[in-house]
């Protein structure tokens, strides 16, 4: 289970196989002691957050969707659950949660299931942190993208896209679609890194519509789904 997760102490993260550095905003601080708060931040707290409460806004800028977000006060050894729950996180797009002040760690992890750990962030105010990777001589390369083509009579709900190294490349990850649906003659069109891919569709039922292992995805690459007949 991912709230039962050890910390790390140094963050990092290696999306879709990349070696991938991650910084957050420089109005991020460090700091030895803050508010109290219970171990795990409670759902209710969450849901409907205190009056008090400050804005965390992530701002995803990494070539990849972020699917888990777990934010734990520092002295707790649980992490407690996903702060996003279905609100997937695209490429280019941002997500804010309304935190109770404090003093806490946050971990990501994007689909493929890889995760980043980040310690001892003061978020007794509003903070923006952008999150993004770089390969080894400091470029970005986010030049390819998938685009699911529904061709099909059936609305695509799940969608995996697995990274072909990924330590969890046999359970597939993640479900790059969240909450939401390719209706049928619909499209969706996501960014990854250039690499090789698992890629499975399946409808609302969990019905399997296509699944192709392997695929290179070096560029923008066109992925149909033309009926239920797994291919």
């Given amino acids: 289970m991912r709230h039962l997760l050890t910390r790390i102490g140094a963050p990092g993260l290696s999306?879709?196989?990349?070696?991938?550095?991650?910084?957050?905003?420089?109005?991020?601080?460090l700091y030895d002691t803050g508010p109290d708060l219970p171990c795990p931040?409670?759902?209710?707290?969450?849901?409907?957050?205190?009056?008090?409460?400050?804005?965390?806004?992530?701002d995803n800028q990494a070539c990849t969707t972020l699917c888990w977000v777990a934010l734990s006060p520092h002295v707790c050894d649980d992490w407690g659950g996903d702060w996003i729950g279905d609100r997937n996180v695209p490429s280019?797009?941002?997500?804010?949660l309304q935190v109770p002040p404090g003093l806490y760690d946050l971990m990501i992890e994007d689909c493929t299931e890889e995760p980043a750990i980040f310690e001892r962030l003061d978020l007794t105010q509003?903070?923006?942190f952008p999150i993004y990777d770089a390969d080894a001589d400091g470029t970005r390369d986010c030049g390819a993208s998938l685009t699911v083509v529904n061709d099909s009579s059936t609305p695509i709900c799940h969608m995996w896209i697995e990274w072909t190294e990924s330590q969890f490349s046999e359970r597939f990850g993640d479900?790059?679609?969240?909450?939401?649906?390719i209706a049928p003659g619909q499209s969706r069109t996501v960014v990854v890194r250039p690499a090789h891919y698992n890629i499975k569709a399946e409808g609302c039922e969990w019905e399997q519509l296509r699944i192709e292992m392997d695929v290179p995805v070096q560029g923008p690459l066109v992925w149909t789904v033309s009926g239920r007949s797994a291919e």
């Fill in 92 to 96: 280019g797009e941002s997500v804010t």
């Fill in 175 to 181: 479900d790059w679609l969240g909450e939401e649906q």
């Fill in 15 to 29: 999306l879709v196989g990349v070696a991938a550095l991650l910084v957050g905003c420089d109005r991020i601080h």
């Fill in 41 to 58: 931040i409670p759902p209710e707290a969450v849901a409907s957050p205190p009056t008090d409460a400050v804005a965390f806004t992530l």
């Fill in 126 to 128: 509003d903070v923006r």
